[in-house]
Nanobody, 115 residues
Framework: QVQLVESGGGLVQAGGSLRLSCICS????????MGWYRQAPGKQRESVAA???????YYTDSVKGRFIISRDNAKNTVHLQMNSLEPEDTAVYFC?????????WGQGTQVTVSS
């Protein structure tokens, strides 16, 4: 059974940090490049960061210098270290393959940044 399970979200003040984790299981696509996506209320889901299996990374401009993506290939886990959080980062965060999303979306994890 294919699963994407995200965790680590929460409520944090502006300037704070959170570390998100995503476990991918049950699919050969878990070996693909993996990305973090987010969806804020009333907005479309957008890609935030991604990492290939060999460590090449991508960041959307708004998070460059603040977020760091990493992955543990042995555990099919991908993390997103989020620093200097801003209220604009408030969203539900999801993981999936990148750039094409090939897996059923998980529940996501809510990140709320208060000003």
């Amino acid at each position: 059974q294919v699963q994407l399970v995200e965790s680590g979200g929460g409520l944090v003040q502006a300037g704070g940090s959170l570390r998100l984790s995503c476990i991918c299981s049950g699919s050969i696509f878990c070996f693909d490049a993996m990305g973090w996506y987010r969806q804020a209320p009333g907005k479309q889901r957008e890609s935030v960061a991604a990492s290939s299996r060999d460590g090449n990374t991508y960041y959307t401009d708004s998070v460059k210098g603040r977020f760091i993506i990493s992955r543990d290939n042995a555990k099919n886990t991908v993390h997103l270290q989020m620093n200097s959080l801003e209220p604009e980062d408030t969203a539900v965060y999801f993981c999936n393959t990148y750039p094409r999303t090939k897996l059923t979306w998980g529940q996501g994890t809510q990140v709320t940044v208060s000003s």
